[in-house]
Structures are given as C-alpha cells and as structure tokens.
C-alpha cells in the first residue's frame, strides 16, 4: 500500500501485525506496569480517592489543551473554576471543558462502555459550540510551517466501519495483547481515523486515559499523559506518521508505554507531594488565623474541613488559621487576611 499524505489513508483494520518478542518493549512494559500498579495502589490506601482528582484533572486539562495552543496555568484554571462559565477566559473555559468532559466519560465507564456513544458524548463535552458528531467531509492534517499535507485520514464515509472494528478491539483485545499495547494501539487507530472535525487529539487523549480505567490498571482518570506528549509533541507525530506511512510499530509503542511509565511515577510522587501539603495544610489551619474563600476548598482539592471549624461573621468566609507562607501558594483572590 503507497502512503500519500493528500489522500484519504486506507487504514488497515485492527489488530496490527506486530512483533511483541522485542526485549527492549518488554523491559519498558514491565517498569510501566510496576509503575501503574504502585500508583492505583497508593490511590486506593488514600482516605479520600477523590480528594486529589480535581487537582490532578486540572493538572492534565492545562497540558492538553496547551498542545492545542490554548494556553493557561493550573492557577488560573482553577481561579476561573470559582465563575459561572460565561464570566470565565476562554483558555479556562477550554480546559475546564476538558475536565469536565474526562469526569463525565468516567462516570459513564461502569454503564457504557468505550463506544461511539461515549466518544460523541466526550467530544460534545470538549467543543459544545462546534460539536455535530462524526465529520461528513474531509480532513485533513497539515505542516503549520509549510501548509502542506502530512496525513490526510479516511474518507467520512469509512468512519462507523473503522469505528465498529475500533471498538471491538478495545472491548474485546486478542489474549496475548497486554492492555497497555492495546491502548497505545487503540490510540494510533483512533487519531488516524480522525473521526471529527476538530478535537480528535484531545478526545483520544482522554480515551487513553478512561481505557486503562477500563482494563483496571488505573483507579482514577488521574494518569497526567498529556504532560508527556506535550513535552515529546515533534517525536509523537514523527511516530504517528511512521506507523501509517510504514507501518513501524515498534517505535511508536515504546513511545507510548515509556509515557505511561514515566507519567505513572509522576502522578504519583505529584500525589504524594499534594497529600503532604494538604496534611500540613490542616494543620496550620488549626492553629493560625485566616479567612479562606468558602469555595476555595472545593475547587482545589476537596479538603473536608474539620469539625471544629467556625464561619466567619462575614457569609461565604471560613475564619481558620493560615500561615503566611500559604498564601504564596494558593490563587489569588483565595484568601483574605483577618481583620
Ligand atoms: N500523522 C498523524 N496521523 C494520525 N494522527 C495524527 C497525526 N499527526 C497528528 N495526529 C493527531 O491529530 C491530533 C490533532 O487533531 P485535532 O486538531 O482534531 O485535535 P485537537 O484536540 O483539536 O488538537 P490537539 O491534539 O493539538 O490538542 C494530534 O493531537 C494527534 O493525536
């Protein structure tokens, strides 16, 4: 088959032919799985799971919307996270979007399972204004520098046949697949099918993540993937395009399960560093005085306060003590100083 990067690609179904006894891969998926292990396990011994996953998602909505040039920082994301969305920036709302968009599909795993329905669905969530299902038209992927084509996908008209193998693979791998390869395959199949007019990226980055939900290797769709690609973006669509162009398989999977390795350990130590904030945090509440924005809580990390906690005499206020120190580190407009 000629790959030509102006014409509809003629995506070979799933699964690939590809070759596992490579030493190398399975070194990187054993640290990967280690690393994936250790980190569902210490999320589970956490109190709260939920406790760092508003952070954790912001974490990843900022990195993956930073790969489509919308750029903000954590801070500011979770600022804006305090304002009814028509008041918000629109690079906030872009990544609060995709935070909502990856809370809802794992809501929706223990009922649906990784299907079209959930694809619309995340994608609906991501772009509400732009949002009409699965393209009708060409697509066509481009070289910012040069405006020349670099990968052109499947005809519209080749997506719900593509999409139906798609998700039978992902549902129903073949035995010797280990999921970390069956997500990494399934995410090369999912971008070059490009189903949508835009936000294919971000939807297949979220799918990543909600798969290995899926396949029991994460608790939570806490897995900081997009941080990864961001860093690594030139190589990652180096290796995309080599899979399609001659189909290199190999490349692109230790690209992929080097990320859910590094990224695993990542999360983690980011966890563990989080959860020792928040410990020192409550300490301090105990004993300082401060008056904390009553939402700030629940927009940052869901820190249950104490029992003993009083409300300020002003409403919307919490009156507990607060170092200062913290309020280097917490947004702008979070705090205020006691009279
Ligand atoms: N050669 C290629 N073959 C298949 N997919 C590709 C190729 N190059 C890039 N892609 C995928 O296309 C995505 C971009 O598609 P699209 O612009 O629809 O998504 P987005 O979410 O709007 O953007 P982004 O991924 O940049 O945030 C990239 O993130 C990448 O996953």
Redesign the pocket.
Known sequence: MHFNPAYPFELPLLPPTVALDNPFLLRTLVKARTELGELKGYSAAMPDPMLLLSPAIVREAVA??G????HTTVESALQQELFPEAERRDADKEVLRYGAAIRWGMDQLPSLPISSRLIVGIQQR?LPDLSTGFRSTP?R?VNSLTGLP??T?PRAGEIPRLLNNWESFINEPPEELDPLICCAIG??QF??I?P??????????ILMVLQLVQADLLAQPTLFISGY?NRNRAE??RL??A??EHAEWLPFLLFMITGFQQQARETKDTLFAVMQQVKEFKQQLRTRQVRVHWKWPNSYSRIRWPRRCKWGAKRGFITKQLPATWRNWLPRGCWKTSR
């Open positions: 993956s919307s790969i489509e040039n919308i991501l697509n992927i670099v990968f996908p995410h090369y971008e070059a490009h949508f007019g835009d936000g294919n990226g971000r939807t297949g980055r690609i990652y669509y995309l395009l899979v399609s």
